[in-house]
């Protein structure tokens, strides 16, 4: 195995990890935080303010390496662009707070830059004969893959309502797609890509652990779903990969919004009825919330990882 494949991870976490604490500071100058004294204060799960920001660290120290370690054409430089509008999107929204419409914007932009330019969704698993070829209809393989990448986006949005859980999560999901690329499919650029953004993570992660001191907020979400989106397609279609390891918050999104729409609520509407927040307000605290749900994903990417290497080989 190519060592060389671990070192733009390696460089983005440096970048994180070195820049999260210079942030943190700037955002404490400039009031760029989470205050829980602001509206909202029912769903907030910290009692003092909490820097913003983190999405620009976490862009930085991704894009830096892709610039320097990917070819930036093709698939690698729609990645580029993509991730630039979600970080640009999402912190005029961390700081402005935009609406639910224009919030909606920049990821189905994203989605429709990755999908149209060629980086859609090509083949589905078929259970009983081998595999749906999507090629003969192409309209259903965008709507497929728009609908794909934006439902990444806000099961990892969701996920970044409790301390840690979004980044351990993503840390655990990105290292699972990258294996598969990697060990199962010689696909060394893709598995790269992959622990180049686990790298990003972890260097966030021990800044944002609880108690947190800062957050990386919609910017930073809305980066890393899309990129574990794209990854997951680029992964010789594997989403079943990306969608076991996340199967957790894509199943709290799903009975979120139907629970919400049969108390006559508006889906995008803020509340504390999300999984994280009923297990932490069971008892479990934070802290064991957040450790319980890594745990029980990481125990689905071993699975999602030894079910495609049954399937490579049978």
Not at 294 to 300: D, E, I
């Amino acid at each position: 195995m190519n060592i060389d494949l671990f070192l733009p991870g390696f460089i983005a976490f440096i970048i994180s990890v070195s820049l999260m604490p210079v942030v943190i500071r700037v955002a404490g100058k400039i009031g760029f935080a989470d205050n829980p004294n602001q509206r909202d204060t029912y769903r907030r799960m910290h009692t003092s303010p909490v820097a913003k920001g983190g999405g620009i660290v976490l862009c930085l120290g991704f894009l830096i390496p892709l610039c320097l370690f990917f070819p930036l054409r093709g698939p690698y430089g729609i990645i580029l662009f993509g991730v630039c509008i979600l970080t640009i999107s999402g912190t005029l929204d961390d700081r402005f707070d935009l609406s639910p419409a224009l919030q909606l914007l920049a990821p189905i932009t994203a989605a429709l830059l990755v999908s149209l330019t060629g980086l859609h969704i090509r083949t589905l698993s078929n259970p009983f004969n081998g595999y749906f070829n999507l090629e003969t209809m192409l309209w259903c393989a965008h709507l497929l893959t728009v609908c794909w990448i934006v439902s990444m986006i806000i099961a990892l949005k969701i996920l970044d309502g409790i301390d840690g859980l979004s980044a351990g999560i993503g840390i655990i999901a990105s290292t699972t797609i990258g294996c598969v690329a990697l060990m199962l499919q010689g696909d060394e650029q893709t598995g790269s890509l992959a622990f180049l953004l686990g790298g990003a993570l972890l260097g966030y992660l021990p800044w944002n652990w609880h108690p947190a001191r800062i957050y990386y907020g919609e910017a930073g979400a809305m980066m890393v779903g899309f990129v574990l989106a794209v990854s997951a397609i680029l992964t010789a279609g594997k989403l079943v990969t990306a969608m076991m390891v996340l199967s957790i918050p894509l199943f709290d999104m799903a009975r979120v919004i139907v629970m919400r729409l049969f108390r006559g609520q508006k889906p995008w509407q803020g509340g504390r009825d999300h999984l994280h927040h009923l297990l932490s307000d069971s008892g479990l605290g934070i802290q064991g919330t957040t450790t319980l749900l890594c745990l029980l994903s990481a125990l689905l990417g071993i699975a999602a990882f030894l079910l495609q290497q049954i399937e490579r080989q049978g």
